[in-house]
């Protein structure tokens, strides 16, 4: 069941709006005669979404929509326009606000605005909530780099959650996971040097989907996991390669390796992460951020 809160300062508008919304089995009603009224039933009651009127006394629609994504970024919210308030609905479109219905038309558009809305709201909030409860995460992943960016927008998110780093920490630490995931794919387990980057670059893209079909290199996957806390953040990545000798890693600093594609990822990991340990067997590798005192939070 999906609970919408119906905010109108009048009790028949309160009525109709809840009469076309219980035509659906699955969405449960609150109700708030006005803004005020409604942040406090929202301190108790957590709505999925918010249908509000627009002109009320105490607190008109645009009070409450900016109120609502200040304290509930995740809650959608409705309006109900009619004669007098298109000024405040526009206002509150651009504050925030993620529909309007006309009153004169809410027979016919109301249930469907909502339930798309709920459609699409319902599993950001269910999965806002689950990352709440998380301390950590494993995947394991097949050889295929879409998934990449998909992985790294998830730990991403949860790194605001715990209020790692600062936005530009956030993206720091990002860049460093794509780099050391990308090496996991390419050198790891598809075992493609380097330096064949550094030549014909179609041919390499060519290598690496006939690799990527090809036994045993198809059947590898990428282990991540990730654990994140307010003071540090630990991320192991380890592949299905035959590794190597972490020790014969070049300075990626030196002057000379510096315009070499084969050494950047290694010298992102190392200048965005405060450690970056390999494993003997070199097929794992640990990055880890620690809080920096000049982090203010990521925004």
Do not use: W
């Amino acid at each position: 069941m999906a609970t919408v809160l119906v905010v109108d300062d009048s009790p028949v508008d309160r009525r109709v709006v809840g009469g076309l919304l219980a035509k659906s089995p699955t969405i449960e009603i609150e109700y708030a005669s006005d803004g005020e009224e409604a942040i406090a039933i929202m301190k108790d009651v957590r709505p999925n979404l918010v249908v509000t009127d627009m002109i009320m006394p105490n607190m008109d629609g645009l009070e409450l929509v900016a109120a609502i994504v200040k304290d509930y970024p995740l809650v959608p919210v409705i309006l109900m326009t009619g004669k007098g308030s298109e000024r405040i609905a526009v206002d509150a479109l651009k504050a925030g606000a993620s529909s309007y219905v006309p009153k004169s038309v809410l027979q016919d558009l109301l249930l469907e605005t909502v339930e798309n809305l709920l459609a699409m709201a319902l599993e950001e909030q269910t999965l806002g909530r689950m990352m709440d409860c998380m301390t950590g995460c494993c995947f394991s992943i097949d050889n295929d780099v879409s998934m990449i960016p998909a992985l790294i927008n998830y730990v991403r998110r949860f790194i605001r959650k715990t209020n790692l780093c600062d936005e530009t920490g956030g993206i720091r630490t990002c860049v460093a996971l794509e780099e050391a995931l990308n090496n996991a794919l390419y050198h790891g387990n598809l075992e493609l040097d380097s330096k064949l980057r550094e030549g014909d670059r179609a041919a390499y893209r060519a290598m690496v989907e006939e690799r990527r079909n090809a036994a045993p290199y198809k059947s590898r996957k990428i282990h991540v996991s990730v654990s994140v806390a307010s003071d540090r953040g630990e991320f192991v990545i380890r592949d299905e390669g035959p590794g190597f000798d972490p020790s014969e890693l070049p300075d990626p600093t030196a002057p000379t390796n510096l315009e070499k594609p084969s050494g950047r990822g290694l010298l992102l990991m190392r200048t965005f992460m405060d450690d970056v340990a390999y494993n003997s067997q070199g097929n794992q590798v640990t990055l880890v951020k620690h809080r920096n005192s000049s982090d203010n939070g990521f925004k």
